[in-house]
């Protein structure tokens, strides 16, 4: 049973930073992506940023480029989402997601999601 626990969320003012943590227990962490993902109050859930199973390769989602980085630390079972510059439009529910792939970047690509944390940013 795989299961994820997100943490670091909180209230923020808008161009500050905050860093989400994602711990994974039950699986073959460092075989598999990873990725964050948010949902706005009445939008879809989206990708933000996925990393392959080593590290190696990430994308972005074109409106945290240059500002979000993501990384895991395979030896701990976590990733994380370094976030600078935070805007109000930023506020969203954050989630982190394993996938069934060493590399994945649509939704569709990920099977085991968390529970998500809330990131509100104030203008």
């Known amino acids: 049973q795989v299961q994820l626990v997100e943490s670091g969320g909180g209230l923020v003012q808008a161009g500050g930073s905050l860093r989400l943590s994602c711990t994974a227990s039950?699986?073959?962490?460092?075989?598999?992506?990873m990725g964050w993902f948010r949902q706005a109050p009445g939008k879809e859930r989206k990708v933000i940023a996925t990393?392959?199973?080593?590290?190696?390769?990430?994308y972005y989602e074109d409106t945290v480029k240059g500002r979000f980085t993501i990384s895991r630390d395979n030896a701990k079972n976590t990733m994380y989402l370094q976030m600078h510059n935070l805007k109000p439009e930023d506020t969203a529910d954050y989630s982190c997601?394993?996938?069934?792939?060493?590399?994945?970047?649509?939704?569709?690509?990920?099977?085991?999601w968390g529970q998500g944390t809330n990131v509100t940013v104030s203008s």
């Open positions: 997601a394993q996938s069934w792939r060493h590399y994945g970047v649509t939704v569709d690509d990920f099977e085991y």
């Open positions: 039950g699986s073959s962490f460092s075989s598999y992506a």
């Open positions: 990393i392959n199973s080593s590290g190696s390769l990430t």
